[in-house]
């Protein structure tokens, strides 16, 4: 007989990283492919002569930081190994087995493993004909069951942000018990006047978690920090449901540091935004049809060609991140990098 695990794992599709193919580019995992802040990498190497201590359970140098640079109260803010690990640690909070957790689909491919991980049930919400979140469609899911709420802006794979405007509306629709995760996890790449502050959502509704993270504009993907800014009672939650000391010293260390480095992180996310239009743009001509995107990767929405993209870029040694029978995710990479996914783009007839 060999050790018993839960039957339902059996079913469970596993996390599917993006794939890392030696000669090739990749552009699959949403990462800034500039490396990280140069004057991070510096605070890493100091750090490292003290990794044979403990981490500070509290990340307090890091939590007071982020108190002081988004000018909100400490009580209001956890950290997490990443911040996919606060998703799991707010289904953790809100659900028992009864429970449902709303979520647009497609969206983060890490919403349905954690709600089914968590033992919950999972109530999947159409993207609209535009790619976007149908926050009409979210809002007529909400029932009795359901604890916590998914909403990701800018969406990941599709790259739509919301509007301000029809956020609160939404927002003022949920009943007042029931959490709504705003996962920001490409905020810093926004440029669309009209997009919301989910920091500032968060302060004004105690129903609201604005999720931030450490992995794509600050370039630190493989140290694993992310943030909530949410209630004192929800942040309090994360905390008690949190892994001791997963956030490890070095990244609690170089999120410090990163968060001080804010003109080369705005310059970065210039060049991104800047590349991101010129990508957009040439696509575009080329005939595709790419949805307006705010964030760091762009979205061909190919249906049953999604496959037979992929080989063809794969051929073209740029790794893109295909979902099968829905669509491609491109991340903007450096101009020389987009300027080898274009050509490849090119040579695929649309
Ligand atoms: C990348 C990503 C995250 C989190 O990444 P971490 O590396 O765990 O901080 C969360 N949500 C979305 C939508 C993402 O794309």
Known sequence: MSARTRPDLDQLPPYVAGRTVPGSIKLASNEVSAGPLPSVVDTITRAATDVHRYPDMGATKLVDALSKQLEVDSERIAVGCGSVALCEQLVQATCGESDEVVFPWRSFE?????????????????????????????AAAITPATRLVFVCTPNNPTGTTLHRAELERFLDSVPSDVL????????EFVNDPQAPDGVGIALERDNVVSLRTFSKAYGLAGL??????????????????????????????????????????????????????????????QGHDVPDTQANFVWLPLGERT????????????????FPGDGARVTIGSPEENDAFLAATKAFPV
Do not use: W
Request: net charge negative.
């Open 110 to 138: 890490a919403y349905p493993i954690i709600t089914q991980v968590a033992g919950a049930g999972q109530v999947r919400v159409p993207l609209s004909e535009g790619h976007a979140l149908d926050l009409d469609a979210m």
């Open 180 to 187: 709504v995760v705003l996962d920001e996890a490409y905020r």
């Open 224 to 285: 694993r920090a992310g943030y909530a800014v949410a209630s004192p009672k929800v942040a309090e939650a994360l905390r008690k449901v949190c892994i001791p000391f997963s956030v490890n010293a070095l990244a609690q260390e170089a999120a410090v540091a990163a968060l001080e480095a804010r003109t080369e992180l705005e310059e970065r996310c210039a060049n991104v935004i800047a590349e991101r239009t010129r990508v957009r743009d040439e696509l575009l001509t």
């Open 307 to 322: 496959q037979e993209f992929n080989e063809h870029c794969t051929e073209h040694r740029v790794i893109v991140r295909a």
